[in-house]
Nanobody, 118 residues
Framework: VQLQASGGGLVQPGGSLRLSCTAS????????MGWYRQAPGKQRELVAT??????TNYASSVRGRFTISRDVRNTVYLQMNSLKFEDTAVYYC??????????????WGQGTLVTVSS
């Protein structure tokens, strides 16, 4: 299963960006889709996840500012509002589920850079 992410860029503090990530390949089911980020010199951390049942989970640092959503065509979005300097990071999408050949997958996108700067 392959993931293609897009939507990163340069934004001023207080601004907004929307990230997208589309999963393709031999997908039978998607159990959970999510976004993680890694800032310079720091470990990768969870930003937000959404299960196939609709349950969402957000890092406390982004709750109320970021929204994760998914469409019917295996694309997950991350709407980021009220961006702060500390949101600067490479954002990675992650998708987990079952392939058409009944094996589990845990796929990562290539990363998209979000820079919050004035």
């Amino acid at each position: 299963v392959q993931l293609q992410a897009s939507g990163g860029g340069l934004v001023q503090p207080g601004g907004s960006l929307r990230l997208s990530c589309t999963a393709s390949g031999s997908i039978f089911s998607i159990d959970i889709m999510g976004w993680y980020r890694q800032a310079p010199g720091k470990q990768r951390e969870l930003v937000a996840t959404k299960t196939s049942g609709g349950t969402t989970n957000y890092a406390s640092s982004v709750r109320g500012r970021f929204t994760i959503s998914r469409d019917v065509r295996n694309t997950v979005y991350l709407q980021m509002n009220s961006l702060k300097f500390e949101d600067t990071a490479v954002y990675y999408c992650n998708v987990r589920g079952v392939t058409a050949s009944d094996s589990q997958y845990d796929s990562w996108g290539q990363g998209t850079l979000v820079t919050v700067s004035s």
